[in-house]
T-cell receptor
C-alpha cells in the first residue's frame, strides 16, 4: 500500500479483555516498530522487528504485551488482560532498510481506551 | 540513558511570527537528530533531520542545526502560517545498535490568523 495502515482506528475494551492491534507496513519494508503514545506525551518504543525476527522487545511494559510478525509483513500487537494504564495510542512504523539515518513512515495509530 | 527534552507547550503565535522550539538531548555518543510533526488526525511525519555536528536540516521553511557543544537541535521558522499548527516532536536515533527513535514529549503549536 501507499502508507502504513493500522486497524482498528479506535478500540474500546473493558478492563481484563484481550485486544489485538494490526499493522500493515509499506510493502517490502524490512523494519517494523511499535510505539505507545500516552495522552500529551511523546511516543515510547515498545518493540522492533527486522523481517520476521523480533530483535528488540525491551520496551514492552509487561508480559501482558506480545507482538508478532510471522511472515515478515503484517504485525499484530496483542495486549492481554487490559488495564486502564494501557489506554494510549499505539503507533506502528516501518522502514525500507535496516538502520541508517532514515526516518520511518508512521501509521495513524490505534487509539485504545480501557474502561 | 538517552533522552530528549523539548520546551513546554502549548505555544501560540500569530501568523508570520518567528518560531523557535527548543530541543536538547542527552546521549552516549553522537546520534542522528530528527524533527517529526503530527497534524490533527494524522500520523507522525518526518519534517527534517541532521546526522552529524553542524549539519543543518531544512524542509518547508523549517530548519534546525545539530549543535554538539550545546547538545541542542532547536527548530526555527522565520514566518509561520496557520497550516503549521500541529504537534512537533524532537527525536534521536543511533545508526548502529538499537534502531529505536527516542522522542521528546512534544510541543503543541497553534498559529492564529
Amino acid at each position: 500500500g501507499a502508507g502504513v495502515s493500522q486497524s482498528p482506528r479506535y478500540k474500546v475494551a473493558k478492563r481484563g479483555q484481550d485486544v489485538a492491534l494490526r499493522c500493515d507496513p509499506i510493502s517490502g519494508h524490512v523494519s517494523l516498530f511499535w510505539y505507545q503514545q500516552a495522552l500529551g506525551q511523546g511516543p515510547e518504543f515498545l518493540t522492533y522487528f527486522q523481517n520476521e525476527a523480533q530483535l528488540d522487545k525491551s520496551g514492552l511494559p509487561s508480559d501482558r504485551f506480545f507482538a508478532e510478525r510471522p511472515e515478515g509483513s503484517v504485525s499484530t500487537l496483542k495486549i492481554q488482560r487490559t488495564q486502564q494504564e494501557d489506554s494510549a495510542v499505539y503507533l506502528c512504523a516501518s522502514s525500507a532498510i535496516r538502520g541508517g539515518n532514515y526516518g520511518y513512515t508512521f501509521g495513524s495509530g490505534t487509539r485504545l481506551t480501557v474502561v | 540513558g538517552n533522552s530528549v527534552t523539548q520546551m513546554e507547550g502549548p505555544v501560540t503565535l500569530s501568523e508570520e511570527a518567528f518560531l523557535t522550539i527548543n530541543c536538547t538531548y542527552t546521549a552516549t555518543g553522537y546520534p542522528s537528530l530528527f524533527w517529526y510533526v503530527q497534524y490533527p488526525g494524522e500520523g507522525l511525519q518526518l519534517l527534517l533531520k541532521a546526522t552529524k555536528a553542524d549539519d543543518k536540516g531544512s524542509n518547508k521553511g523549517f530548519e534546525a542545526t545539530y549543535r554538539k557543544e550545546t547538545t541542542s537541535f532547536h527548530l526555527e521558522k522565520g514566518s509561520v502560517q496557520v497550516s503549521d499548527s500541529a504537534v512537533y516532536f524532537c527525536a534521536l536515533k543511533f545508526i548502529q545498535g538499537a534502531q529505536k527513535l527516542v522522542f521528546g514529549q512534544g510541543t503543541r503549536l497553534t498559529i492564529n490568523p
